[in-house]
Each structure stands twice: as structure tokens, then as C-alpha cells.
């Protein structure tokens, strides 16, 4: 099927799925030693500022800067940006930018709020699950990479449920 003739709806779900992948990817290579900078501004959060037994604070610990997740992710947001304008319709594509901007900034939003005491969400069962998942990111960090969605972490055998206390068969 030629992209022009793509439902807009069907651009968002697979725009969805693209941006988690690339999230997912992005991520693992934050946890890959080659990546030199990029590793060594992402440890910092895990070292630093969250390391396993110091999870939260009363407000997000900045990480130093050029380690912001703005900073490591911009080149990848921006790849697909480039690649949504250039191969869809131009009212798809602008749709599907938007939600790029969404999905990373809730990413960006929901990930910090995590690490917050009273954090709003907190009050909210599937917030408390997100967080438990990504706490046992920090114990384990080769799992669960995904921050709200975990379908890449299932597919490719890194999702770890902590009540379960072993990695999850897909």
C-alpha cells in the first residue's frame, strides 16, 4: 500500500510502536559501555542519583548537564521526525510529529515522576505498577527498558516482573 493512502489512525498506531522501539533501542544502547558519552551520562542516573536503595526524593535529582534524557534522545526524535516528513502526507506527518512530541515528553514526564515521593500518579494502581517495573530496572538494569510500555522488553526476552522474581517467557 502506497503511504499516501495510510489512515491517519493507522500512522498513529504504527508511529506508536516505531517511537517505543526506538525508545526501547535508545535505551539498551544508554546501557551499552561502547556508547561512551551517552553511557556515561545515563550510568549517572543510576549511580548518582538513583542508585538501588535510593530511589526517590522530594524532587527529581537533575543529572549534570549534556546527561538530560532531552540531550540523549534528540538525535533518534529527530531521525524520525525527518523520516515521518519525508514519507508521509504532510497532515499525517504533522499528526504523527505530534505524537512523537507527546509520547517523549510523557516518557520524559512519567520516567522523572517515578523517582518523586508523592508524586501525583502515585494514588493511581497502574502508575505504582510502572514504578515497580522500572525499579527493578534500577536493580537489574539489563530489564524491563521500557518506561510505560514493556512490549519490546517481552518480544526480546528483557521484561522482568519483580513479583515474580525471574525474567517473564514471552
Known amino acids: 500500500m502506497p503511504l499516501d493512502a495510510l489512515h491517519p489512525l493507522a500512522a498513529l498506531c504504527i508511529g506508536f510502536y516505531l517511537a517505543e522501539g526506538a525508545g526501547y533501542?535508545?535505551?539498551?544502547?544508554?546501557?551499552?559501555?561502547?556508547?561512551?558519552?551517552?553511557?556515561?551520562?545515563?550510568?549517572?542516573?543510576?549511580?548518582?542519583?538513583?542508585?538501588?536503595?535510593?530511589?526517590?526524593?522530594?524532587?527529581?535529582?537533575?543529572?549534570?548537564?549534556?546527561?538530560?534524557?532531552?540531550?540523549l534522545f534528540a538525535p533518534f526524535f529527530v531521525a524520525l521526525v525527518l523520516a515521518a516528513l519525508i514519507t508521509l502526507p504532510l497532515g499525517t506527518a504533522i499528526l504523527v510529529v505530534i505524537e512523537l512530541a507527546v509520547l517523549a515528553w510523557l516518557n520524559n514526564y512519567l520516567h522523572d515522576g517515578m523517582h518523586v515521593r508523592g508524586f501525583w500518579l502515585e494514588r493511581f494502581g497502574c502508575f505504582r505498577r510502572l514504578r515497580e517495573l522500572h525499579f527493578q530496572h534500577h536493580a537489574?538494569?539489563?530489564?524491563n527498558l521500557g518506561i510505560f510500555v514493556f512490549v519490546f522488553d517481552h518480544l526480546l526476552a528483557t521484561y522482568r516482573d519483580p513479583a515474580i522474581g525471574r525474567r517473564a517467557r514471552s
Do not use: N, Q
Open 140 to 143: 537489574e538494569m539489563s530489564s
Open 25 to 71: 533501542l535508545v535505551h539498551r544502547l544508554l546501557h551499552w559501555p561502547g556508547s561512551g558519552a551517552l553511557y556515561e551520562g545515563h550510568m549517572d542516573h543510576h549511580r548518582r542519583l538513583y542508585p538501588p536503595g535510593d530511589l526517590l526524593s522530594d524532587v527529581y535529582r537533575t543529572p549534570s548537564p549534556g546527561a538530560s534524557a532531552v540531550i
